[in-house]
Protein backbone atom coordinates (compact mmCIF):
# COMPACT_ATOMS: atom_id res chain seq x y z
CA UNK A 1 0.00 0.00 0.00
CA UNK A 2 1.27 3.56 -0.73
CA UNK A 3 2.41 5.47 2.27
CA UNK A 4 -0.25 8.70 2.31
CA UNK A 5 1.46 12.12 3.38
CA UNK A 6 -0.57 15.20 4.32
CA UNK A 7 0.07 18.24 3.27
CA UNK A 8 0.06 21.21 6.14
CA UNK A 9 2.60 23.76 5.10
CA UNK A 10 3.70 24.53 1.37
CA UNK A 11 6.49 27.16 0.56
CA UNK A 12 5.35 28.78 -2.58
CA UNK A 13 8.36 30.80 -4.42
CA UNK A 14 7.14 31.49 -8.53
CA UNK A 15 8.41 33.54 -10.70
CA UNK A 16 5.06 33.48 -12.79
CA UNK A 17 1.36 33.96 -10.71
CA UNK A 18 -0.91 33.15 -13.35
CA UNK A 19 -2.54 29.87 -13.19
CA UNK A 20 -1.90 29.92 -9.15
CA UNK A 21 -5.30 31.12 -8.15
CA UNK A 22 -7.19 27.98 -8.50
CA UNK A 23 -4.70 25.76 -6.51
CA UNK A 24 -4.16 28.06 -3.54
CA UNK A 25 -7.53 28.54 -2.84
CA UNK A 26 -7.89 24.39 -3.13
CA UNK A 27 -5.02 24.08 -0.27
CA UNK A 28 -6.48 27.03 1.35
CA UNK A 29 -9.76 25.39 2.04
CA UNK A 30 -8.05 22.27 3.13
CA UNK A 31 -5.94 24.50 5.89
CA UNK A 32 -2.85 24.44 4.25
CA UNK A 33 -0.65 27.07 5.83
CA UNK A 34 1.25 29.20 3.28
CA UNK A 35 4.78 29.94 3.65
CA UNK A 36 6.61 32.56 0.97
CA UNK A 37 8.75 35.78 -0.39
CA UNK A 38 8.63 38.91 -1.42
CA UNK A 39 6.42 39.14 -4.55
CA UNK A 40 4.40 35.57 -3.87
CA UNK A 41 3.42 36.41 -0.25
CA UNK A 42 1.91 39.48 -1.39
CA UNK A 43 0.16 38.28 -4.29
CA UNK A 44 -1.19 35.24 -1.68
CA UNK A 45 -2.11 37.81 0.92
CA UNK A 46 -4.10 39.73 -1.88
CA UNK A 47 -6.32 36.42 -2.50
CA UNK A 48 -7.52 36.70 0.98
CA UNK A 49 -4.95 33.85 2.38
CA UNK A 50 -2.97 34.52 5.72
CA UNK A 51 1.09 33.85 4.60
CA UNK A 52 4.04 33.76 6.89
CA UNK A 53 7.14 35.18 5.44
CA UNK A 54 9.74 32.84 5.20
CA UNK A 55 11.99 35.82 6.97
CA UNK A 56 10.19 35.35 9.87
CA UNK A 57 11.64 32.00 9.80
CA UNK A 58 15.13 32.38 9.19
CA UNK A 59 15.06 35.63 10.59
CA UNK A 60 17.13 37.12 7.89
CA UNK A 61 15.84 39.64 4.88
CA UNK A 62 16.35 39.12 1.22
CA UNK A 63 19.47 40.27 0.27
CA UNK A 64 22.10 41.10 -2.51
CA UNK A 65 19.19 42.21 -4.57
CA UNK A 66 17.03 39.69 -4.05
CA UNK A 67 19.49 37.03 -4.94
CA UNK A 68 19.32 34.72 -1.71
CA UNK A 69 15.94 34.81 -0.17
CA UNK A 70 15.28 31.29 0.43
CA UNK A 71 18.83 30.09 0.79
CA UNK A 72 19.00 29.12 4.55
CA UNK A 73 19.21 25.86 6.60
CA UNK A 74 15.46 26.73 8.25
CA UNK A 75 14.56 26.05 5.12
CA UNK A 76 16.13 23.43 3.19
CA UNK A 77 16.17 21.46 6.49
CA UNK A 78 12.43 21.82 6.56
CA UNK A 79 12.69 20.25 3.47
CA UNK A 80 15.04 18.13 3.33
CA UNK A 81 14.66 16.42 7.02
CA UNK A 82 13.81 13.00 6.96
CA UNK A 83 10.37 12.52 8.91
CA UNK A 84 11.10 8.89 9.54
CA UNK A 85 14.84 9.33 11.28
CA UNK A 86 14.75 10.34 14.45
CA UNK A 87 17.96 11.87 14.50
CA UNK A 88 16.81 13.97 11.78
CA UNK A 89 13.50 14.76 13.88
CA UNK A 90 15.85 15.84 17.13
CA UNK A 91 17.59 18.48 14.94
CA UNK A 92 14.81 19.57 13.49
CA UNK A 93 13.31 20.31 16.80
CA UNK A 94 16.43 21.36 18.75
CA UNK A 95 16.97 24.40 15.85
CA UNK A 96 13.31 24.88 15.43
CA UNK A 97 13.37 24.10 11.71
CA UNK A 98 9.53 23.37 10.25
CA UNK A 99 8.34 20.82 8.30
CA UNK A 100 7.13 21.79 4.53
CA UNK A 101 5.07 19.30 2.79
CA UNK A 102 5.07 20.80 -0.16
CA UNK A 103 7.06 23.06 -2.25
CA UNK A 104 5.92 25.22 -5.18
CA UNK A 105 8.03 26.64 -7.28
CA UNK A 106 8.05 28.24 -10.67
CA UNK A 107 11.37 29.59 -11.91
CA UNK A 108 12.69 32.85 -13.61
CA UNK A 109 12.35 32.64 -17.39
CA UNK A 110 15.87 32.29 -18.31
CA UNK A 111 15.29 30.99 -21.87
CA UNK A 112 12.34 33.64 -22.99
CA UNK A 113 14.84 36.18 -21.68
CA UNK A 114 17.60 34.95 -24.28
CA UNK A 115 14.79 34.85 -26.58
CA UNK A 116 13.97 38.56 -26.01
CA UNK A 117 17.90 39.50 -26.98
CA UNK A 118 18.37 40.88 -23.51
CA UNK A 119 21.47 41.94 -22.05
CA UNK A 120 24.25 39.91 -20.65
CA UNK A 121 23.73 41.44 -17.22
CA UNK A 122 19.67 40.78 -17.50
CA UNK A 123 20.39 37.27 -18.52
CA UNK A 124 22.63 36.44 -15.64
CA UNK A 125 20.20 37.60 -13.40
CA UNK A 126 17.46 35.25 -14.52
CA UNK A 127 19.61 32.24 -13.50
CA UNK A 128 17.88 30.87 -10.88
CA UNK A 129 19.47 29.82 -7.47
CA UNK A 130 16.85 29.59 -5.03
CA UNK A 131 14.47 27.72 -6.72
CA UNK A 132 16.15 25.37 -8.77
CA UNK A 133 17.76 24.58 -5.03
CA UNK A 134 14.03 24.39 -3.86
CA UNK A 135 13.23 21.97 -6.51
CA UNK A 136 16.19 19.39 -6.20
CA UNK A 137 15.51 19.83 -2.34
CA UNK A 138 11.88 18.72 -2.82
CA UNK A 139 12.42 15.70 -5.06
CA UNK A 140 15.50 14.91 -3.06
CA UNK A 141 13.25 14.17 -0.81
CA UNK A 142 10.15 12.78 -2.33
CA UNK A 143 9.45 10.31 0.42
CA UNK A 144 8.18 13.34 2.49
CA UNK A 145 7.76 16.09 0.14
CA UNK A 146 5.40 16.97 -2.52
CA UNK A 147 7.47 18.96 -5.15
CA UNK A 148 5.65 21.26 -7.97
CA UNK A 149 8.28 22.43 -10.42
CA UNK A 150 6.79 24.48 -12.56
CA UNK A 151 3.45 26.18 -13.51
CA UNK A 152 2.51 23.38 -16.06
CA UNK A 153 2.27 20.93 -13.09
CA UNK A 154 -0.12 22.89 -11.03
CA UNK A 155 -3.17 21.57 -12.62
CA UNK A 156 -1.79 18.20 -11.51
CA UNK A 157 -1.52 18.82 -7.93
CA UNK A 158 -5.23 20.04 -8.24
CA UNK A 159 -6.60 17.32 -9.73
CA UNK A 160 -4.86 14.98 -7.11
CA UNK A 161 -6.17 17.84 -4.00
CA UNK A 162 -9.57 17.41 -5.60
CA UNK A 163 -9.63 13.80 -5.34
CA UNK A 164 -7.79 13.25 -2.39
CA UNK A 165 -7.80 16.46 -0.36
CA UNK A 166 -4.63 17.55 1.05
CA UNK A 167 -2.51 13.95 1.19
CA UNK A 168 -0.69 12.40 -1.42
CA UNK A 169 1.01 9.04 -1.61
CA UNK A 170 4.71 7.81 -2.51
CA UNK A 171 3.82 7.04 -6.47
CA UNK A 172 2.85 10.64 -6.81
CA UNK A 173 5.43 12.28 -4.98
CA UNK A 174 7.34 10.31 -6.53
CA UNK A 175 6.09 11.15 -10.03
CA UNK A 176 6.04 14.98 -8.86
CA UNK A 177 10.08 14.11 -8.62
CA UNK A 178 10.67 12.94 -11.93
CA UNK A 179 9.01 15.35 -13.44
CA UNK A 180 10.85 17.95 -11.31
CA UNK A 181 14.52 16.37 -12.22
CA UNK A 182 13.73 16.92 -15.94
CA UNK A 183 12.77 20.79 -15.59
CA UNK A 184 16.32 20.92 -13.76
CA UNK A 185 17.75 19.48 -16.19
CA UNK A 186 15.87 21.49 -19.34
CA UNK A 187 16.95 24.41 -17.25
CA UNK A 188 20.94 23.80 -16.54
CA UNK A 189 21.06 22.32 -20.05
CA UNK A 190 19.41 26.25 -21.55
CA UNK A 191 22.10 27.74 -19.54
CA UNK A 192 24.81 25.65 -20.25
CA UNK A 193 23.97 26.18 -24.05
CA UNK A 194 23.99 29.97 -23.65
CA UNK A 195 27.27 30.05 -22.31
CA UNK A 196 28.87 27.78 -25.05
CA UNK A 197 27.30 30.14 -27.16
CA UNK A 198 28.53 33.15 -25.37
CA UNK A 199 32.48 31.68 -25.34
CA UNK A 200 33.04 31.83 -29.32
Not at 42 to 63: D, M, R, W
Request: overall charge negative; glycine content about 8%; aromatic content about 8%.
Amino acid sequence: MSEVKKIKTALVSVFHKDGLDELLAKLNSEGVKFLSTGGTQKFIESLGYECEAVENVTTYPSILGGRVKTLHPKVFGGILGRRSLQSDQEQMAKYEIPEIDLVIVDLYPFEQTVAEGASEADIIEKIDIGGISLIRAGAKNFNDVVIVPSKAEYGVLLDILKENGAQTTLEQRRMFATRAFGVSSHYDTAINSWFVSTNK
